[in-house]
């Protein structure tokens, strides 16, 4: 290969080429039925997409604040997703609370320095003999409490505590369980809920004397 040659493909895609293809690409002209062509295939895809809405209307009201309307949930920052345990369950918790359930058909959902969370679990563990007896999760020990406390919050409708499950059914926090006990009510209300797996309940004979 000579001098000239070499020279010659060393100079291949160099400024100079480069700039002449740019330029021609550049002064290339569109016959109108061209433009009018990219024009709607422009409009299509610039255009926003309307998603059904779920009533059958259309969902277009969205925020002026750039929220985006999910069908049936909170509104939503547009631009970011939404992760939550609703969307997306975390196994290691979801593997906990089925644990916990199986512990007893009485699960007592506490904080340890609650008084309502005491009040509770003292008519539940001192004023009645139950058998299996209630399981107690202190939320604010367990390693998992945040997340379980979510979890409960999302199926059960009460986020706060004390939360007594019968059966996986909540029946309320401390004034609940305190109203029905006053009411003489309690145990049949977790004899009705807790069927076969409640054994027995009835008052401690401490409760019966007074």
Known sequence: MDAKAAQKLSGMGGGDDDEAVFQKLRTTKLAPEDKQAIAVQRQRYESPLKMP??????????????????????????????????????????????????????????????????????????KHSIIPPPFVVELDIHPLGEQLQEVLARNTGRRTVPNVLVNG????????????????????????????????????EDEKSL
């Open 169 to 204: 059914m909540t029946i309320g926090g401390g004034d609940d369980i305190e109203a029905l006990h006053e009411a003489g009510k309690l145990a049949s209300k977790i004899k009705t809920l807790g069927g076969k797996r409640v054994m027995d309940i009835k008052l401690t």
């Open 53 to 126: 809405h779920p009533s059958g209307g259309d969902d277009s009201h969205d925020g002026q604040d750039g929220e985006k309307s999910i069908a049936g949930r909170k509104k939503i920052p547009a631009g970011q997703s939404q992760v939550s345990l609703e969307d997306r369950e975390d196994p290691e918790v979801e593997a906990e609370l089925n644990a916990i359930l199986k512990r007893s058909p009485i699960i007592i959902f506490s904080k340890s320095y609650c008084p309502y969370s005491e009040k509770a679990k003292s008519i539940l563990l001192n």
